[in-house]
């Protein structure tokens, strides 16, 4: 009876371990498929489709072209500026004086320059100013000038510039003079008073003044080329000799410079049109080095002689700006346009059949089965296809337009898939 007891418990225990063992081996083999699973899937590459900004541009010399007129005159003496280069003019105003020799500028630069500095004083010593001043609404004024000098500084803004320059030292000098840090400004208004009635007395009047013709700009330089390079001229411009011209003054004595008619202008360049990217009609962004603003030009012309590579480009802009008066060659980037969209690897770019709507000649809209550019997406464990509208094409890569309404196209965050199973089996 022992014996029988003891077969029977061997019995149940070896069905305990195979029962164990076939349920290891069952763990075991589920959690090899899991990780040959895994393996495959971590073997598919993928990118985030994030918002990226490119822009299509090129650099090219340009060669501004104005409608210009020299001003002359008797070439004895020297000259003394009374408009700033690009400063805009009347019929009959003083463009400048002319002086026997350096020593009245001089003078008249010190007494200019004494009476912007009185100005300022008397702005300080004012009882009115002094009386409604406060400390901390003068703190706040003082910070408000200096963030925009900065600023100014940084647009080259020089008229702001120095504006809020003055505006900061009065307002530092009240300051000083409200928290009795100084006394006040009296003495030195009266040692500038001074100072000011000294030199006028030695001041000499002008031997000739130069005034404005005509309403217009007026820019203190000529180079010579204010004949050659004329609106009425366009047609007749070569790739040779816009390569050949360079920045220059006039070497002639009787030149005090030259006004510019209107505010239309033209900029002519050379550039390389085999991709035929450019045509006559489209605007585009002109940015120069010597301004932080942007200029629309519209392409007016366009002559290849017969080889794209050397493609005469004409622009004209409406716009005038003084601080673009002072050359007549730049370095100027032509804008073709800035971009925004989903960035796309070239190699995830991929085709697959898409039913969609369609429109046919007559009109009348339906749907058909068109072979679509896109790519593959992982949604879950799922590929999935999403239609790309190509914006813009980089080196290796595109931007996609964002359709946040049409689930169709591929989406914000998606993730791009740079191989599908289908790459995999054509290996």
């Known amino acids: 009876m ?42 598919i590459a993928t990118e985030t489709a994030l918002l990226s900004d490119a822009i299509f541009s090129e ?18 003496g020297v000259l003394s500026y009374k408009v700033v280069d690009g400063g805009k ?14 020593e ?12 912007r500095e009185l100005d300022i004083l008397e702005k300080i010593q004012n009882p009115g100013t002094l009386e409604s001043a406060q400390p901390t609404l003068l703190s706040v004024s003082i910070s408000e000038s200096y963030r925009t000098l900065l ?17 900061l030292v009065v307002g530092m000098s009240t300051y000083q003079i409200i928290t009795q840090q100084v006394s006040g400004f009296q003495q030195q208004i009266v040692d500038i008073n001074a ?22 700009y007026f820019v203190s330089y000529c180079d010579g080329y204010e004949s050659e390079l004329t609106p ?16 220059r003054k006039s070497e002639e004595p009787s030149i005090a410079g030259k006004m510019i008619e209107g505010y239309s202008w033209y900029l002519a360049g050379v550039i390389d049109n085999s991709r035929k990217l450019y045509s006559i009609g489209d605007t585009i962004y002109l940015r120069f080095s010597s301004s932080a603003e942007k200029f629309d030009g519209k392409i007016v012309d366009l002559r290849d002689e017969g080889n794209p590579s050397r493609t005469i480009i004409i622009l004209e802009c409406s716009r005038f700006d003084e601080n673009m008066v002072g050359h007549r060659v730049v370095r100027c980037e032509l804008v073709k346009g800035e971009y925004r969209g989903l960035k796309v690897p070239r190699e995830a770019i991929r085709f697959d059949d898409v039913e969609q709507e369609v429109t046919s000649a007559d009109g009348s809209t339906g749907t058909a089965t068109v072979n679509t550019k896109g790519v593959y997406i992982m949604k879950g464990e799922q590929a999935m296809f999403k239609k790309i509208d190509v914006i813009y094409e980089g080196t290796d890569y595109v931007l996609s337009k964002v359709y946040e309404n049409d689930p169709s196209y591929l989406a914000l965050y998606d993730d791009i898939m740079m191989e599908t199973e289908g790459d995999k089996l054509n290996e």
Do not use: C, W
């Not at 003019?89 to 350096?102: E, F, H, L, S, T």
């Not at 100072?195 to 005034?211: D, F, N, Y």
């Open 104 to 115: 009245q500028i001089t003078r008249n630069r010190e007494i200019a320059q004494l009476e």
């Open 2 to 43: 022992q014996s029988n007891k003891s077969g029977d418990g061997r019995s149940e225990n070896s069905a305990i371990v195979k029962f164990l063992r076939n349920l290891v081996l069952i763990l075991l083999f589920v959690v090899f498929i899991s990780i040959m699973y895994n393996f495959q899937n971590k073997e």
């Open 151 to 167: 600023y100014s500084r940084d647009m080259k803004d020089y008229a702001t510039v120095r504006h809020e320059m003055e505006n």
């Open 59 to 76: 650099e090219i010399q340009g060669v501004f072209i104005r409608k210009e007129k020299p001003v002359t005159y008797s070439g004895k």
């Open 195 to 216: 100072r000011l009635a000294e030199l006028k007395a030695a001041a000499a009047a002008p031997v000739e003044t130069i005034k404005a013709q005509e309403s217009a």
């Open 232 to 247: 009425d001229n366009l047609d007749k411009l070569t790739v040779e000799q816009l390569r050949s011209i360079t920045d």
């Open 89 to 102: 003019v009347g019929k009959g105003v003083i463009i400048a004086d002319v002086y026997p020799n350096d």
